[in-house]
């Protein structure tokens, strides 16, 4: 594996999941993975979006944007998946291997949106749909990420506080790099979404654990939470909240908007990257300051 200051992924196979939309988060951060060198793996599933009011996207108009932005020499491959299928996740990993025979990155971006509800109305279907989707898919693909990247085939069970010692130092240049996604639950309520945010705090309250059991084998795990940005839900034409809270919410934002797919896709670029090699286990908030109080 071969790379420079100026393509620091070069070498280096990255599956981004959720890449339906070229106004998605996921799209964003294929693009500037592309554009750091990396050879890319697109997951999508267009079947959610077209029930979303923002619509599904063309995915010939995907996969040239981020065709576009492969360096020299890099490969692109996708494949659609259904994330609620509990082999979903293997069947995808094992795809994003094949592209080039090893797998790097992994960045678990996919999430179901919608048919949420307050916790007066929540229903056992409403809970486990979104679990599926956004906890355990994403659970499900780190471990089968984590057995690509390494090699193994199987660990002892293990017990309750036992930890992988590690067999020397790691070579710090030549770790994976995991991103799960989480929302903005931490910082305050997220009325009418009951569902949505308990699966993203499932995975924000598990980024230590499961960072400090891959971190042995050489793999570095953050989460990442974008805060609010607008990959369409937030259009007057195509958002199912109220424009009138939208609009005050706007104006009350720091730098007077919200987040764009290319904010958090800058950070996922430079921890994916050299530079970032040495934050392991964070939940790292990238909301321009909305998250501090002046967002509502």
């Known amino acids: 594996m071969t790379n420079s200051a100026h393509l620091p992924l070069r070498g280096r196979t990255a599956l981004v999941t959720g890449v339906s939309r070229r106004r998605g988060i996921g799209y964003a951060i294929a693009v500037r993975l592309a554009g750091l060198g990396a050879d890319l793996f697109l997951h999508h599933h267009r079947a959610h979006d077209s029930g979303q009011p923002w619509g599904a996207d063309d995915l010939d108009g995907v996969r040239e944007g981020v065709r576009a932005a492969l360096r020299p020499g890099a490969v692109l491959g996708d494949l659609g998946a259904d994330l609620a299928d509990p082999d979903a996740p293997e069947r995808l990993v094992a795809a994003a291997r094949d592209l080039t025979g090893s797998l790097h990155v992994l960045v678990c971006n996919h999430a179901r949106s919608g048919g949420d509800g307050s916790i007066l109305d929540m229903t056992a279907e409403r809970l486990d749909g979104h679990w599926a989707v956004n906890t355990r898919s994403t659970l499900l693909l780190t471990s089968h990420f984590a057995r690509a990247f390494t090699?193994?085939?199987?660990?002892?069970?293990?017990r309750p506080g036992d930890r992988q010692e590690a067999s020397g130092p790691l070579d710090e240049h030549a770790t994976g790099r995991v991103f799960w996604t989480t929302s903005g639950q931490i910082h305050g309520p997220m009325v009418g979404e009951v569902a949505y945010a308990a699966s993203k705090a499932a995975l924000a309250g598990l980024t230590a654990t499961a960072a400090a059991e891959l971190l042995p084998h050489g793999i570095?795990?953050?989460?990442?939470?974008?805060g609010p940005v607008n990959t369409g839900y937030l259009d007057p034409e195509s958002t199912d909240r109220d424009p009138e809270v939208i609009g005050r919410v706007l104006a009350a934002t720091p730098f007077g908007r919200f987040g764009e797919p290319a904010d958090p896709a800058r950070l996922v670029g430079w921890l994916a990257s050299d530079g970032g090699r040495w934050i392991v286990g964070q939940v790292i908030t990238s909301d321009g300051g909305f998250s501090l109080g002046t967002g509502g």
Do not use: E, S
């Open 220 to 226: 570095v795990l953050n989460t990442v939470d974008p």
């Open 151 to 158: 090699g193994l085939r199987g660990t002892p069970p293990a």
